[in-house]
């Protein structure tokens, strides 16, 4: 098949799902936005393929998500962009994920123009994360652009050849939506294995930042809406007497902003900030971690599984997870006893199981084995381009979950409250 996989964020497991499919031998066409400022895959690493054709695409000036109307005219651009690529390069089917819905609706018409098949890849539910935030800032018209925008989701998801969710959570949405269930997917997301492997403590990047010797609390990633930086700042101040603690915040974003100005007026020696880092920096990065974290606020609940998480798992470390029990991410690291998780809320919890794993190393040593265990038996590359596959050859709801072996059945009945798979 011709595939284009458009990964508007350019995440790593996306990329590698990319090179799996040309393996295979398909020829993919892999699109990711090059202008946006969040942790890339290792683009300029990708193996090269006769069968592979990898893309930034470029519009002609960066532009702040802040400021609407020019964002709006920009993420037109971008959108008239990928147009033009489908249109040339003619694809059977194309997969979309982790995109603004403006952009989205353009790349849904190109496909439709071009004859391809459009699937939906939904990371997140957009129109419902922007209902939980935006009426904070815009009491009265954030609550209307949140419906507004929940309509647009609701219609794109619904004239798809098919969604493809991340976790079976998403499905009582999708019922409540009025999705066909023969065409809801579930495909959880994973890390690539090979390229985030466990390394020596005492690496390279953890030389050159001083932290050798050191016990290192790293969070890494992007700090956005959907998390409370508060929680790093206190774990640092409650761990400030101690000279060889570190917290170190490998991240962009609002929440990276708000730290770094807080630093600003309020020293916290032990509180570090790194910007965000190349993809090839991230095994070392992840390495010189005594504990690798995680956050996600309770209003996110489980309509964002952050994938961080399972990079994290790749890098067989101990974790301690800030966030709702119920997600995903979060089942996950319980159910194969790879760190710690607890309410968001409770930074006294935050902290007590943060003091807990630096100072218990027969623990640390025991999760951190579970923990690439888990990935090793889960993130099976050639496993998932199968599921994909499937999906684009029209097999009805396919169920891939890294807990159980993949369903496949035309027999189908999605209920608000599960889904409901007879063989």
Known sequence: MRILIHDYAGHPFQLELSQELARRGHEILHLHFDGLPTPKAGFDQSPASSNLTVRGVRISKPFDKAKLITRYLKEREYGRAVSREITAFKPGAVLSANTPLGIQSMIMRASRNARAKFYFWMQDFYSLALQRFLPKRLP??????????????????????????????????????????????????????????????????????????????????????????????????????MPDVVVAVVSSGPGADFLASRLATTPMPNLRLFGTQPFSALPDIFASATV??????????????????????????????????????????????????????????????????????VLRKSMSARARAYAESAFDIKSIAVQIERVLAGYPAIWHTHQQKTIVSPDVRLSAASLSIVE
Request: with cysteine.
């Open 140 to 241: 009265v018209l954030g609550q209307l652009i949140g419906r507004y925008y929940e309509s647009v989701e609701r219609s794109q998801l619904r004239r798809s050849d098919g969604a493809i969710f991340i976790t079976a959570d998403f499905l009582n949405i999708a019922s409540e939506w009025g999705l066909k269930a023969q065409r809801c997917h579930v495909i959880e997301n994973w890390a690539p294995l090979l390229a985030i492997q466990p390394r020596n403590q005492e690496n390279a990047w953890a030389q050159e930042h001083g932290l050798v010797g050191k016990r290192v609390l790293v969070y890494s990633g992007t700090l956005g809406m959907k998390h409370n930086p508060m929680l790093l700042w206190e774990l640092a101040e409650r761990t400030g007497h």
């Open 292 to 361: 690798l974290i995680g956050i996600l606020e309770r209003s996110a609940g489980v309509f964002s599984v952050p994938s961080k998480i399972l990079s994290y798992l790749c890098a067989g470390r101990p974790l301690l997870l800030a966030m709702p029990r119920q997600n995903l991410a979060a089942k996950i690291v319980m159910q194969s006893e790879a760190g710690l998780v607890v309410d968001p809320e409770n930074s006294n919890a935050f902290f007590h199981s943060a003091m807990e794993l630096l100072e218990n190393s």
